[in-house]
């Protein structure tokens, strides 16, 4: 099949699932387990021992299925067999309650069950998403813990060395290159992307063809951070002297009089050249959100500072920026995790070489290329450890913003 | 100290006229209240003062000055806005002293003038608080307060109580003419819609209407002398009556013969070429008298009758159906009207006649 076709059909497969679950789950709720009508107690009951095979006989079987297939073989009661256990009859104990609360004694009526409804409505439909996060999210943070604790054993099998890896990852210089370069990645991206963005929104407020730009600054938003690598390494492109170059970055150098330059070789500067690329796509996102925040500002606090004597730019600095500073500091803060966890423009434009490596980088060479599963994880947790209080401080300006 | 003088002031935006042909005269220390329904264009025409909007036509001088092209800030004016327009980011020491810190004065000066401003408006206690944690009654004295320092030759406020509730309200209509008074040599410009305010606050009331100025006067000549229609329904609640009728006799006196039939005299002049023009007599509902005589005035039939206890207003039945009522505002209590045929006269000078929406007396 033609990969265009395929992505179609994963796209209908997806959206299809998605409202066949949403329509599927309210099906179950509102018609079987609990329909927006009176019961007897007798209809109660019948519906109590149908609902306890429903909802523990099925999930039931299935466990004792897997437990017979693998589990029995290599023996119940080692540390993993434990585990899974407690988790089993957490489970149960789990479906137990659950059926107390949905199928209970005696006579219901219909509110009773609409509110009860309502109540699991909002679970059965994280429900899917909470298991993916949990499989693909947080399990993986702590498989990763494990991981970096261990290492390879020639032959087969893992070992326990504790810190180790750190230690060793600590005493590489590479590692130190990807936290210096990333350090400086964080304060430089951020605060482009805000002011240009701030400026952006700013500027194109006013004028006629405002969304037209804003369309335009926009749109590097929906291109993925390896096409924009692809784009950015055109325009650094550089060909020999006798030959016409074709990146503008060069063709603009030479016409000024200079020789070609290999821009993403230059140390230290080329890091720049790197983050422009995330710049580039980064102000689209800044722009429209503190557009939005712009417009929140109240017109009349404007004409009042306009009344008090302020110019344009005393305006903007002491009267619209102020207002909108919550806003800014949660843009900043966004743009400071996709920063930390910049990994893609760096893969394809330079993979690191020439002085530009950066943590996720330096974590994918090691794990994919090195095969040293321990320094990689070691290097994952490091990034994790530097994401986590942002993302927590992120999230709860977000909420202030929203209340 | 500051007067204003308008003169052919018209404001459009493209084609759309909003104002025109505005000319009025203020002297320093007056206090103008623009009234008039909703898009009559008197917040505009604040703003254009303020420098808020371009004026589009005439001039406009404060001061003796011609300021069209001034910045609002040079102006020498200060604005109170319906919204207060308080900075949310600042305390209200800071709000107050905004101002004053762009026009880069002494860090003494500021504090001076702030203190001040805050002891005149009882906001000393609030001066570290933000806006949102002041009440809307303080809201709005930071709101002026912001004014008082700067010292302008005039005041603006754009509909400042409309956002308080009706308790407030009063209290700070007070307040506002408590101010007034403390400031004398200040002129006050103060847009509204609420003819309460108007008739307790000005010294002269504009009321605008259909792109221009209707009338200006003090409150008692709009109420005891509208020059037309428009200002005599307009001020007064509730509204003057209108009834048609037809001049039957001119002279020192003039006597109208209504079409519901009754004959009725009014205290404004008139010449014999007038006899038989066809005209609006306009009653205020309180100046409405019970009389036995079912020639004089007017007769109907009670409809609705409303007990306020110090009045008794009573609605009655339109001659012709979907009609405005006519309204009738009686002292005292008259219990059981309803249903009752009732003739009402009034006093010969309390009796306005209009001809095409104007009224007979300017002519």
């Not at chain 2, 400031?183 to 103060?190: E, F, K």
Request: proline share 5%; net charge neutral.
């Amino acid at each position: 099949m033609h990969p265009a076709l395929q992505g179609l059909v994963t796209i209908a497969i997806g959206v299809g699932g998605c409202m066949g679950y949403f329509y599927l789950s309210n099906f179950l709720l509102d018609r079987f387990l609990l329909p927006a009508r009176a019961l007897t107690a007798a209809e109660a009951a019948t519906r109590r021992r149908l609902g306890t095979i429903f909802l523990l006989g099925v999930p039931g079987l299935l466990l004792a299925a897997l437990y017979l297939a693998f589990f029995l073989p290599r023996g119940i009661f080692n540390v993993t067999g434990l585990f899974w256990m407690a988790v089993t009859a957490l489970l149960i104990y789990g479906l137990w309650r659950l059926r107390d609360y949905v199928f209970a004694n005696g006579e219901l009526t219909a509110g009773r069950n609409i509110s009860h409804a309502n109540m699991i409505r909002p679970w059965l439909f994280l429900l899917p998403a909470i298991i993916a996060l949990g499989l693909y999210l947080t399990y993986p943070v702590f498989e990763t813990l494990r991981l970096s604790l261990t290492e390879r054993v020639p032959g087969g099998g893992s070992r326990w060395v504790g810190l180790a890896n750190y230690i060793q990852m600590a005493d590489e210089p590479k590692f130190w290159e990807a936290m210096r370069n990333n350090m400086v990645w964080l304060v430089v991206v951020p605060a482009m992307s805000t002011l240009f963005g701030l400026l952006v929104a700013q500027l194109t407020d006013r004028i006629a063809w405002g969304s037209i730009a804003k369309m335009l600054i926009f749109m590097p938003m929906a291109i993925s951070f390896v096409g924009a690598s692809v784009i950015w390494k055109l325009v650094y492109d550089a060909r020999p002297v006798d030959l016409d170059q074709i990146g503008i970055m060069n063709a603009i150098w030479v016409a000024v009089g200079g020789d070609p330059q290999q821009w993403l070789t230059l140390p230290f500067w080329n890091n720049f050249f790197l983050m422009a690329v995330l710049i580039w796509i980064q102000t689209g996102f800044a722009m429209v959100i503190l557009s939005a925040a712009l417009r929140g500002i109240p017109e009349e606090t404007i004409e009042a500072a306009i009344v008090d004597g302020a110019g344009p730019f005393q305006v903007f600095f002491k009267i619209m920026v102020p207002q909108i500073m919550p806003t800014i500091v949660v843009v900043w803060t966004t743009i400071t995790l996709v920063v930390l966890k910049v990994f893609d423009i760096v893969f394809a434009m330079t993979n690191g070489q020439w002085g530009t490596q950066v943590l996720a980088n330096y974590m994918y060479d090691k794990l994919f290329r090195a095969n040293d599963w321990g320094v990689g994880s070691a290097s994952a947790m490091v990034i994790m450890l530097l994401v986590t209080p942002i993302l927590v401080w992120n999230v709860r300006n977000a909420r202030k913003e929203m209340r | 100290m500051a007067g204003l003088k308008l003169t052919d002031i018209a404001k459009s935006y493209g084609e759309v006229e909003v104002l025109k042909n505005i000319n009025l005269d203020v002297s320093a220390g007056e206090l103008i209240v623009f009234v008039g329904p909703s898009g009559c264009g008197k917040s505009t025409l604040l703003r254009m003062i303020a420098g808020l909007e371009k004026i589009t036509g005439g001039t406009l001088e404060i001061d003796g000055l011609v300021v069209n092209d001034v910045p609002p800030a040079q102006r020498g004016i200060a604005m109170v806005f319906q919204s207060y327009a308080l900075y949310p980011h600042m305390t209200v020491r800071d709000n107050m002293a905004f101002a004053l810190k762009l026009a880069k004065k002494s860090k003494s000066e500021i504090e001076a003038a702030v203190k001040k401003a805050a002891d005149i408006l009882q906001l000393a206690p609030y001066l570290d608080r933000l806006p949102k944690a002041l009440s809307g009654g303080q809201r709005q004295r930071v709101a002026i307060g912001r004014c008082i320092v700067r010292d302008p030759k005039v005041f603006l406020f754009d509909e400042p109580l409309s956002n308080l509730d009706a308790a407030l309200r009063v209290a700070t209509r007070l307040e506002i003419a408590q101010l007034k008074e403390s400031m004398p040599d200040r002129t006050m410009i103060y847009v509204t819609h609420d003819q309460v305010e108007a008739m307790t606050l000005a010294s002269r009331i504009v009321v605008l209407a259909n792109k221009g100025i209707s009338q200006v006067g003090t409150p008692l000549e709009l109420y005891e002398k509208p020059q037309n229609e428009f200002v005599a329904t307009f001020i007064g609640s509730p509204a003057m009556n209108l009834f048609t009728g037809e001049i039957a006799g001119t002279g020192q006196q003039t006597s109208i013969k209504l079409d519901g039939g009754g004959f009725l005299a009014s205290a404004y002049p008139t010449n014999h070429d007038d006899m038989g023009m066809k005209v609006k007599v306009g009653i205020r509902p309180e100046d409405f008298m019970p009389t036995e005589d079912p020639g004089t005035g007017f007769s109907g039939t009670v409809d609705v009758q409303e007990n306020l206890g110090e009045v008794t207003l009573l609605f009655f039945v339109p001659v012709t159906p979907g009609a405005e009522p006519v309204i009738a505002k009686l002292p005292g209590i008259h219990l059981g009207m309803k249903g009752k045929k009732v003739n009402l006269t009034a006093k010969p000078e309390k009796v306005h006649v209009f001809s095409n929406g104007l009224s007979l007396l300017y002519r």
